[in-house]
């Protein structure tokens, strides 16, 4: 955990989401694993209130990292919607321009001529 939270923490402002989801997926397995151990060592030890305080900052860690993780996959998702909108709208307006140009230039044409007669 401690070098997936030493990446996040230096990613820069652009960032790869492929490379982050891998590492989330490996923070999401780190989880698992932990736990089992976390489970096994609280059971068989009796100082489970130091156990227990292991166990809390790695949640804290855990949870913290995942947020981040989860935040900017949102962003990422929002950010390729608005570019697909975008990108769409533009389309929407060459075709739609398109579709205009002969429109125009046939009344254009019949007003031309209205007036040479």
Same mark, same amino acid.
């Given at each position: 955990m401690t070098n997936i939270k030493k990446y996040i923490d230096s990613l820069p402002d652009t960032v790869d989401m492929h490379a982050v989801n891998v590492r #989330?997926?490996? #923070?999401?397995?780190?989880?698992?694993?932990?736990?089992a151990v976390q489970d096994q060592l609280e059971y068989d030890d009796d100082e489970t209130q130091q156990?227990? #305080?292991?166990?809390?900052?790695?949640?804290?860690?855990?949870c913290e990292l995942k947020a981040r993780i989860d935040r900017m996959s949102s962003e990422d998702r929002r950010a390729r919607?608005?570019?697909?909108?975008? #990108?769409?709208k533009?389309?929407?307006?060459q075709?739609?321009?398109n579709c205009l140009a002969p429109k125009i230039k046939l009344l254009l044409l019949k007003?031309?001529?209205?007036?040479?007669?």
């Open positions: #989330l997926q490996l #923070l999401e397995k780190a989880w698992e694993e932990y736990n156990h227990e #305080l292991d166990r809390e900052a790695v949640t804290e860690t855990y919607d608005v570019s697909s909108a975008e #990108l769409q533009c389309r929407a307006t075709d739609y321009g007003f031309q001529n209205l007036e040479v007669r």
